[in-house]
């Protein structure tokens, strides 16, 4: 059977904590070494991961490339614009022949529908890179750097800041999954989408929808928020003005526990989404969770291969 990574689902909570657990060890046992020298046992040696890019990307491009190099085996790219893809070609095509020359294909497209087709006509797992429904490899990420930072992920009181968007829908997914609650703090009309809230609390997580930012910063444990304007979306007065009190700045983070952390997907649009004072802050952890994409990618990819979980 197939295991694509199209949604935090598709693994499940056992899997996704044995890929935490992965993810910890395989970066622990290398620290000091050059990135690109592969792991001692080289699981994926001789496979071959397609990266398929219709949005523009810097951490998922590094991070699955690195993550192949690491785990013995290699990537290559496949950009709208310098490909078939670009041309009309259908995706049905596009997966089809794939399947033949690679051995998995990551995909970072807009709209869900169509990794969704991927991974129907695919014959080797298809990984969520992100669309506009869900970006799950991101989540991976941050629970990985929650762990790290020593922020065990039942009842844990994670806050949401600003747009219901891709990365949030995922948050709720692992919230189902991994047993966690989330405060999410919207203004009017930004809510996520309602399946993923219903998703979350019938698995029993409490999940509180506000436009009221201080209520939502107040006593969690762990604080994200991402930019405003997402890709392909245009500039847009109303929505900036609109997301203005849902900004993380000092005064919003002293709500929080003292011991509370910030995430950030990045890229940031620092004075918007977040202040420099805490995007740069001692309570910031944006870089080891960029990093975590590394590490966390190897065992989504493990995962599929049916190496881990």
Known sequence: MIRNFIDLSDAGGNAMA??????????????????????TDQP???????????????????????????????????????????????????ARVLSRMVDAIMVRTDDHAKIEEMAHYAHVPVINGLTDRSHPCQI????????????????LEVAWFGDGNNVLHSILEAAALMKFNVRVATPAGYEPDGEF?????????????????????????VLITDTWISMG???????????????VDAALMGNAKSDA??????????????????????QSVVFDEAENRIHAQKSVLLWCFGKLG
Request: some cysteine; charged content about 25%.
């Open 18 to 39: 044995a890929m935490i657990n992965g993810a910890q060890d395989r970066k622990n046992a290398r620290r000091g070494w050059p990135k690109a020298m592969p792991d």
């Open 44 to 94: 994926l040696a001789g496979h071959v991961l397609g990266m398929v890019f219709e949005k523009s990307s810097t951490r998922t491009r590094v991070s699955f490339d690195i993550a192949m190099r690491q785990l013995g085996g290699s990537a290559l790219i496949l950009d709208a614009s310098t490909s078939q893809l670009g041309r009309g070609e259908s995706i049905a095509d596009t």
């Open 140 to 155: 991976m990420a941050d629970l990985l750097t929650m762990i790290e930072h020593r922020k065990a992920l039942p009842g």
């Open 197 to 221: 809230v219903q998703m979350a609390r019938k698995a029993g997580s409490t999940i509180t929808l506000t436009n009221d930012a201080v209520a939502a910063a107040s006593g969690a444990d």
């Open 233 to 247: 979306q245009d500039h847009a007065d109303e929505k900036l003005t609109a997301m203005e009190p849902f900004r």
């Open 261 to 282: 952390i910030f995430l950030h997907c990045l890229p940031a649009h620092v004075g918007d989404e977040v202040s420099a004072e805490v995007f740069e802050g001692r």
